[in-house]
């Protein structure tokens, strides 16, 4: 009897303790059976289950909820993982990425179109693109394609599962801009200082000289609404049907 009493007054319960972790994230000791023992919630509702006290004071416990990826993105708590055999995996990969582009100063500086980009909140969470991915994302033959949000809604700013798609470069590469190249002319024409003229960018028939910039413009517009068509055609099989048929009725502006 007296050990068992000596026992119980070495027994402190920790429930209801509160405690930060290394990532500024708040909890909550609910549920305290030893020091070896515990269970803990964030104050986001997130639980973590049989943790010991050491981990806690050490706040080496991690809430995958909390927004590591430039303020916005978390990588939850599911199947969906980050590393495979030491390496990114192709799904984190392109979720990251997209982060990059829209919230990363660094990458805005090199790429500021993308400044008026945004990624849906729900894709915050990397276990709910992992399941997009999964349903959208054929290793067998996307290993290199590209996550592309511009084809299925021209002028779309918004990543998200209605106007996302895969496709290989080269469909991607056919709506890349340079507008820092392009200086006062509209896009696919340029001024060829050799000859003093205006040039009309063209794909089947190769560029044509003008002397109007509309009229260079009209022969460019033609020729990629043209092409366009040929790289839709030579990947049908593959693409999915919206994507086939955006690219078909994709129509070039003076104002793209």
Same mark, same amino acid.
């Given at each position: 009897?007296?050990?068992?009493?000596?026992?119980?007054?070495?027994?402190?319960?920790?429930?209801?303790?509160?405690?930060?972790?290394?990532?500024?994230?708040?909890?909550?000791?609910?549920?305290?059976?030893?020091?070896?023992?515990?269970?803990?919630?964030?104050?986001?509702?997130?639980?973590?289950?049989?943790?010991?006290?050491?981990?806690?004071?050490?706040?080496? =416990?991690?809430?995958?909820?909390?927004?590591? @990826? %430039? &303020?916005?993105? $978390?990588?939850?708590?599911?199947?969906?993982?980050?590393?495979?055999?030491?390496?990114?995996?192709?799904?984190?990969?392109?979720?990251?990425?997209?982060?990059?582009?829209?919230?990363?100063?660094?990458?805005?500086?090199?790429?500021?179109?993308?400044?008026?980009?945004?990624? =849906?909140?729900?894709?915050?969470?990397?276990? @709910? %693109? &992992?399941?997009? $991915?999964?349903?959208?994302?054929?290793?067998?033959?996307?290993?290199k394609w590209e996550l592309d949000k511009d084809i299925l809604f021209k002028g779309n700013k918004l990543y998200s599962p209605e106007t996302c798609c895969f496709v290989p470069q080269e469909i991607n590469k056919l709506f890349t801009k340079c507008d820092k190249a392009r200086g006062e002319y509209p896009i696919g024409v340029s001024y060829h200082k050799d000859v003093k003229k205006i040039v009309g960018k063209g794909f089947a028939?190769?560029?044509?000289?003008?002397?109007?910039?509309?009229?260079?413009?009209?022969?460019?517009?033609?020729?990629?609404?043209?092409?366009?068509?040929?790289?839709?055609?030579?990947?049908?099989?593959?693409?999915?049907?919206?994507?086939?048929?955006?690219?078909?009725?994709?129509?070039?502006?003076?104002?793209?």
């Amino acid at each position: 009897m007296k050990k068992e009493r000596k026992k119980d007054r070495r027994f402190i319960d920790k429930t209801g303790e509160r405690h930060q972790n290394n990532q500024g994230c708040w909890f909550t000791i609910i549920a305290y059976r030893s020091n070896k023992n515990l269970d803990i919630q964030f104050d986001c509702g997130y639980k973590v289950y049989n943790r010991v006290y050491k981990c806690v004071t050490k706040g080496s =416990i991690k809430n995958p909820y909390h927004p590591t @990826i %430039f &303020g916005r993105g $978390f990588k939850g708590d599911g199947r969906h993982k980050q590393w495979l055999n030491s390496k990114d995996t192709k799904m984190y990969s392109k979720w990251y990425s997209m982060f990059d582009r829209c919230y990363n100063t660094a990458s805005l500086e090199k790429n500021p179109t993308y400044g008026s980009c945004d990624v =849906i909140m729900e894709w915050d969470d990397f276990q @709910i %693109f &992992g399941d997009w $991915f999964e349903e959208n994302f054929n290793p067998e033959y996307m290993e290199k394609w590209e996550l592309d949000k511009d084809i299925l809604f021209k002028g779309n700013k918004l990543y998200s599962p209605e106007t996302c798609c895969f496709v290989p470069q080269e469909i991607n590469k056919l709506f890349t801009k340079c507008d820092k190249a392009r200086g006062e002319y509209p896009i696919g024409v340029s001024y060829h200082k050799d000859v003093k003229k205006i040039v009309g960018k063209g794909f089947a028939n190769g560029d044509k000289y003008f002397d109007c910039k509309l009229e260079a413009f009209e022969y460019y517009k033609q020729e990629k609404e043209d092409y366009i068509k040929i790289v839709a055609d030579k990947w049908r099989p593959w693409i999915t049907i919206p994507c086939y048929n955006a690219l078909y009725a994709y129509q070039v502006e003076i104002t793209d």
